[in-house]
T-cell receptor
Framework: NAGVTQTPKFRILKIGQSMTLQCTQD?????MYWYRQDPGMGLKLIYY???????DKGEVPNGYNVSRSTTEDFPLRLELAAPSQTSVYFC??????????????FGPGTRLTVL | GNSVTQMEGPVTLSEEAFLTINCTYT??????LFWYVQYPGEGLQLLLK?????DKGSNKGFEATYRKETTSFHLEKGSVQVSDSAVYFC??????????FGKGMKLTVNP
C-alpha cells in the first residue's frame, strides 16, 4: 500500500516559472490537504479538499491553485514562482473531515527552491 | 485563534536517556491533541493522540497526557533509542479549526 505519494522530491525554479506539485493517495480518502513548512516553522495549510470537485482555501493560499478532479489526485499549482515560495510542501489525506479526530496521512514532501 | 507552542531544538541525547518535549496550547472549547513524528526522509506520521482532558495517548514507548488545567500535552519517553531520532510535532484540532502544528523539534539520539 503506497499511501500518499508526492512528486517531485526536489525542484529548483527560477522566479516567474510555473510548476505543478503532484499528490496521489490510494486509500480512497475523501479529504486531502496541502501544507508548506518553512525553516524553523510549523506546517501551514495552503488548500484542502473535501472531495472530488470541491476545494477550499487554508491559511496561506496566495500564489497557489489546486484542483481535485478525482478522489486520488490533488495537484498544487504555482503559476509565478517567487522566492517566498521556497519551502517544503507536504500533501496529506484523511478519511473524514477536519471536525473529526481522524488521522492525517502525509506524503514524504517536496523540497522547492525558487531562485 | 488556536495555537501550539512547543520546545524547539535541536536536542541531542544519549541512548537510554529520558526524553520530555514540552507542548502547550491555546484553544477555545475542547481541542483534540496530537503528536506527529517525521523520520529522516519521510513524511509526518501520527505518533499518538488524545481527544479529551486526562486522556493519555501512548505508542512505541512514548506517552502524553492531555492536561486541560495547564493546557499542556507534553511528550515523554523513559529510555530513548537511536531509532527515535526524528523531528517531533505537537498539533491540535479544535471546533471548526484546521489542524494547527507547532514548529517541530529535532531530536538526535547518539549510541
Amino acid at each position: 500500500n503506497a499511501g500518499v505519494t508526492q512528486t517531485p522530491k526536489f525542484r529548483i525554479l527560477k522566479i516567474g516559472q510555473s510548476m505543478t506539485l503532484q499528490c496521489t493517495q490510494d486509500m480512497n480518502h475523501n479529504y486531502m490537504y496541502w501544507y508548506r513548512q518553512d525553516p524553523g516553522m510549523g506546517l501551514k495549510l495552503i488548500y484542502y479538499s473535501v472531495g472530488a470537485g470541491i476545494t477550499d482555501k487554508g491559511e496561506v493560499p496566495n500564489g497557489y491553485n489546486v484542483s481535485r478532479s478525482t478522489t486520488e489526485d490533488f495537484p498544487l499549482r504555482l503559476e509565478l514562482a517567487a522566492p517566498s515560495q521556497t519551502s517544503v510542501y507536504f500533501c496529506a489525506s484523511s478519511q473524514t473531515g477536519p471536525l473529526h479526530t481522524d488521522t492525517q496521512y502525509f506524503g514524504p514532501g517536496t523540497r522547492l527552491t525558487v531562485l | 485563534g488556536n495555537s501550539v507552542t512547543q520546545m524547539e531544538g535541536p536536542v541531542t541525547l544519549s541512548e537510554e536517556a529520558f526524553l520530555t518535549i514540552n507542548c502547550t496550547y491555546t484553544a477555545t472549547g475542547y481541542p483534540s491533541l496530537f503528536w506527529y513524528v517525521q523520520y529522516p526522509g519521510e513524511g509526518l506520521q501520527l505518533l499518538l493522540k488524545a481527544t479529551k482532558a486526562d486522556d493519555k495517548g501512548s505508542n512505541k514507548g512514548f506517552e502524553a497526557t492531555y492536561r486541560k488545567e495547564t493546557t499542556s500535552f507534553h511528550l515523554e519517553k523513559g529510555s530513548v533509542q537511536v531509532s527515535d531520532s526524528a523531528v517531533y510535532f505537537c498539533a491540535l484540532r479544535g471546533g471548526s479549526e484546521k489542524l494547527v502544528f507547532g514548529k517541530g523539534m529535532k531530536l538526535t539520539v547518539n549510541p
